[in-house]
């Protein structure tokens, strides 16, 4: 039995520029264009094997160690693509073998929490779909690859690129020209720094699509904010990018971030993604940046409680000094135990128990697109390792 494989990884990225609401349900075209700024692979990816052979009867997903199954819609309609241009290639050469025509295994393990609003989704379709076009030979190029993608989860486009990433929402009904491309590569800014405060692990109580149809359905404040705030902001957010001016670049994230969760505040039911940690997080921030006299950190929070704290290098001491003064019973502060003694004591005053409601703490940096591995995750007979 011959078994071909063949294996990706993908990173997670995290909207700077919030993506809400579908214009398409089933082609995920979204209300509006976004930015994100793409996470280093050693602190959050996905890594995807994909295996086929003509012994294969179906296809086949195992997450994290657990058989899935191809159940979801979007997966399936991922994989049906991957498969309609592969067997373009076969109908063009006779002699390739029909992969189209083979069940495919997948089998895919993410180094970070699922469904905890970490854009677990997004890293984990855009590993699925990379893996199986390496596994196809597919010519195309990332940005079209890029909108098979975007079928199964929106954000998995922004995924197939490194650095700084813009999805723009396109007009077609088709969704042909709603794609990801790159607004910078990661060494335009090599300085943009994160570190993520993982306030739950648990699931959403509002899962994305669910949350995104009562928002266009019933909040007031959506079409405001698809039509007057978003297209201004998505070009003074790609000037800031390109200018690396963090101080407009910071100003807009944490403003659209504000917006994104009252457009959710505003729907019925109002769809509550921050906690009280959340609220005390984007307070602090605020007070180290009054204090700096300008924003040297910018908070985003996507769908779920998780802050995610944007900085530039130079500044790492007055944040993380500001951040590890209050949350260093936090695990997560291994990899800059040799910056402690330069962290910066900070006379912010702070709730003191407020490190309880947070569960670890991620420090990561801006990185580069999907990579290659010769990793796999399926053995010679193409199931799990």
Not at 74 to 101: G, M, N, Q, V, W
Not at 163 to 181: N, P, T
Request: glycine residues 6%; charged residues 25%.
């Amino acid at each position: 039995m011959s078994v071909y494989t063949a294996s990706a990884t993908a990173p997670v990225n995290i909207a700077t520029l919030k993506y809400w609401g579908k214009r398409d349900k089933t082609l995920n075209l979204p209300t509006n264009s976004s930015i994100s700024v793409t996470l280093d692979q050693q602190d959050l990816r996905t890594l995807t094997s994909a295996a086929t052979s003509a012994d294969f009867q179906k296809d086949n997903l195992w997450l994290n160690g657990k058989e899935e199954g191809i159940k979801g819609e979007r997966t399936i309609a991922c994989i049906k693509d991957l498969k309609r241009l592969r067997k373009e290639l076969e109908d063009a050469d006779s002699s390739l073998p029909k992969f189209s025509e083979w069940g495919v295994h997948i089998v895919s393990e993410n180094n970070f929490p699922t469904a905890a609003g970490l854009a677990s989704s997004a890293a984990g379709f855009a590993a699925l779909v990379l893996a199986i076009a390496k596994l196809y030979k597919l010519p195309q190029l990332m940005s079209e690859i890029s909108k098979i993608a975007r079928k199964g989860s929106g954000s998995a486009c922004r995924s197939l690129f490194g650095g700084y990433v813009a999805w723009e929402m396109g007009e077609a009904q088709d969704g042909l020209d709603s794609k990801a491309v790159e607004v910078a590569p990661v060494d335009h800014w090599p300085l943009m720094k994160a570190a993520i405060l993982v306030v739950s692990d648990d699931k959403k109580d509002t899962p994305l699509t669910t949350g995104m149809q009562s928002t266009v359905a019933t909040s007031d404040l959506f079409q405001y904010r698809i039509k007057e705030v978003v297209p201004k902001r998505f070009e003074e957010m790609k000037k800031a990018i390109q200018e690396r001016d963090f101080e407009v670049f910071g100003d807009l994230t944490m403003k659209d971030s504000n917006s994104f969760h009252a457009v959710c505040l505003d729907s019925v039911p109002p769809i509550f993604y921050l906690n009280d940690t959340s609220k005390k997080i984007i307070k602090l921030i605020h007070k180290l940046n009054e204090q700096e006299g300008k924003i040297i950190a910018a908070y985003t929070f996507d769908a779920g409680p998780n802050a995610v704290i944007y900085y530039e290098e130079h500044n790492e001491n007055k944040v993380l000094g500001l951040i590890h003064k209050y949350f260093h019973q936090v695990p997560g502060w291994d990899k800059v135990a040799h910056k402690k003694a330069n962290f910066k004591d900070s006379d912010i005053e702070f709730d003191t128990e407020a490190y309880k409601g947070v569960s670890r703490i991620i420090l990561t940096k801006i990185g580069p697109g999907p990579q290659d591995t010769n990793q796999a995750l399926v053995n010679e007979q193409g199931l799990p390792k």
